[in-house]
């Protein structure tokens, strides 16, 4: 069995702590994007898609037991945004300013199968209310005679493109920001 090196261990929990704040934030501000993918999406991107999932179930864990129970029900959606995520960086290489333009399609591949399974868990599971600010615009969709499930899919496309868009934007700037040496300690683990 590989060792998993103490920077690896260490970035991934600063990982989980963005997911934490970037949703805490979201869901106080009541933001129709939710932001609570940053960390899993900065880790997926620099390490993987296996190390990407990681941080998403740390921070859906813990939201789920402080400050936002619906985390819980989201968790598959944290694991397979890291898991898109992943392969969406290693297939489009959004990161330096000559491929900005591969964000919009790399955005499209990490948002839509979670979207498919986040449309559900809301549908099904909620009705369609959830403590998200989105939860306005499917009832307002809802109430113009769009059935539930379609306004929830409607509004989880839009708005799910909208925050991997956000996301992987800044993930895109951070990790620019960060030196490569540190970039090479935290993928081999080597001081």
């Known amino acids: ?3 998993i090196s103490s920077y690896k261990i260490t970035f991934i929990a600063l990982s989980g702590v963005i997911n934490l704040i970037g949703g805490t934030i979201a869901l106080t501000l009541r933001l129709p994007i939710y932001l609570d993918s940053l960390g899993t999406m900065m880790t997926a991107a620099l390490l993987g898609p296996v190390y990407g999932m990681i941080p998403g179930a740390i921070s859906a864990v813990i939201s789920g037991c402080t400050t936002d129970v619906y ?11 890291g898991t898109m995520t992943g392969l969406a960086c290693r297939l489009f290489q959004p990161g330096t300013l000559k491929r900005s333009w ?4 790399a955005s499209l591949l990490i948002s ?3 979207t ?3 449309s559900f868990i809301t549908a099904s599971v909620f009705g369609g209310i959830t403590s998200s600010g989105s939860t306005i615009l499917v009832q307002l969709l809802h109430g113009t005679g769009v059935s539930l499930t379609a306004s929830v899919f409607l509004v989880q496309v839009f708005t799910d493109y909208m ?15 960060i030196p490569p040496t540190m970039k090479f300690r935290i993928k081999k683990g080597t001081s």
Request: net charge positive.
């Open 163 to 177: 925050d991997r868009l956000l996301s992987l934007g800044a993930v895109m700037l951070l990790l620019a920001a």
């Open 71 to 81: 985390a819980f029900y989201y968790l598959p959606v944290q694991l397979i945004t």
């Open 102 to 105: 591969k964000l919009f399609p």
């Open 1 to 3: 069995m590989k060792k």
């Open 112 to 114: 839509l199968p979670g």
């Open 116 to 118: 498919v399974v986040s």
